[in-house]
């Protein structure tokens, strides 16, 4: 029985020493399988180790949301320029060309929408990530909330039991419950939750002291981005995740409700793997903007 009257939070992260990454490029995978280090490198680029990801699972909870009306108009286009692509089967079967060669990480949990309450999910058939071929597989892991922490915790290991069967990796995507802080105390909580379930990438959202987020969290940790801000706030969240040891991206409504999708897209690309400023990366999506 745990002594819940003496819980310590962590602060000795061990910020400048890097987990070991001599058999594999990526953190915590040195002791992973031949399928999950193949399909983590077709995620996550070789040379810079980061990926940028473009996330468009959010019709499932609120439908055609601005930005994704057509994913075959919004999305398609701009799949060139991402590492991976993130969406749900339905719409991967029936707007993202077959032709396509970009990894997809798959959204394998379904359930209630906005209109509800959120995250009383279920997992999709496994069959389906194979059908689509996909090479991860994402579900959400929220804590926090008494109605759904344990349904989501236990969906997300049966998907890395799933995953494991097949050497899919799996992301975690994180959640707190609608009264808790946003802050790093508890995306740090969902990100290794994730993480002690055996996830072999996390989603998370940037907060202050998103470098402990990123230590205590052994596996790949990826931002989502969020609402929408202005490109160059987006572009700075980014800098800073990965100032703070985040390896790129799972990046939305920040990428397809930009006023120029395929240019904040190039642009993020280009601070993600060639570590551009955010000030020069803003050049780039002006000029991209306005060529
Ligand atoms: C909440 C999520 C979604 O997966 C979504 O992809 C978020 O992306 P963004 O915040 O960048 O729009 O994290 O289900």
Not at 57 to 83: K, Q
Not at 156 to 174: A, Q, R
Request: charged share 20%; net charge negative; with cysteine.
């Amino acid at each position: 029985m745990a002594d819940l009257d003496d819980i310590r939070d962590g602060d000795n992260f061990g910020l400048n020493t890097p987990a070991d990454t001599s058999k594999f490029y990526l953190k915590g995978m040195n002791d992973a399988s031949w399928g999950i280090k193949n399909r983590m490198s077709r995620i996550f680029n070789q040379k810079s180790g980061r990926t940028v990801m473009l996330a468009f699972d959010h019709g499932f909870l609120m439908g055609p949301t601005s930005g994704l009306e057509r994913i075959d108009l919004n999305i398609a286009p701009l799949a060139d320029e991402a590492d991976c692509l993130m969406g749900c089967r339905g719409m991967i079967r029936t707007s993202i060309p077959a032709t396509n060669t970009k990894p997809i990480c798959l959204r394998t949990d379904t359930g209630t929408t906005i209109l509800t309450e959120m995250n009383h999910n279920t997992l999709i058939s496994e069959i389906d990530a194979l059908g689509i071929n996909a090479t991860a597989m994402a579900a959400m892991l929220a804590i926090g909330d008494a109605e759904t922490e344990a349904l989501t915790i236990a969906n997300f290991s049966k998907l890395v039991d799933i995953g494991n069967k097949y050497s899919i990796p799996v992301m975690g995507v994180t959640a707190v419950g609608k009264d808790m802080a946003r802050d790093a105390r508890y995306f740090g909580m969902a990100s290794r939750v994730c993480a002690e379930n055996g996830a072999s990438i996390v989603k998370t959202y940037y907060t202050e002291g998103f470098e402990k987020v990123v230590a205590g969290c052994p596996v790949p940790v990826v931002i989502a981005g969020g609402k929408k801000l202005p490109e160059l706030e987006a572009l700075e969240l980014c800098y800073k995740a990965i100032q703070c040891g985040a390896l790129g991206v799972d990046m939305g409504r920040n990428v397809f409700q930009s006023e120029a999708p395929l240019a904040m897209m190039k642009a993020v690309k280009a601070l993600i793997h060639d570590d551009l400023k955010p000030t020069e990366a803003i050049e780039l999506f002006n000029d991209l903007k306005n060529a």
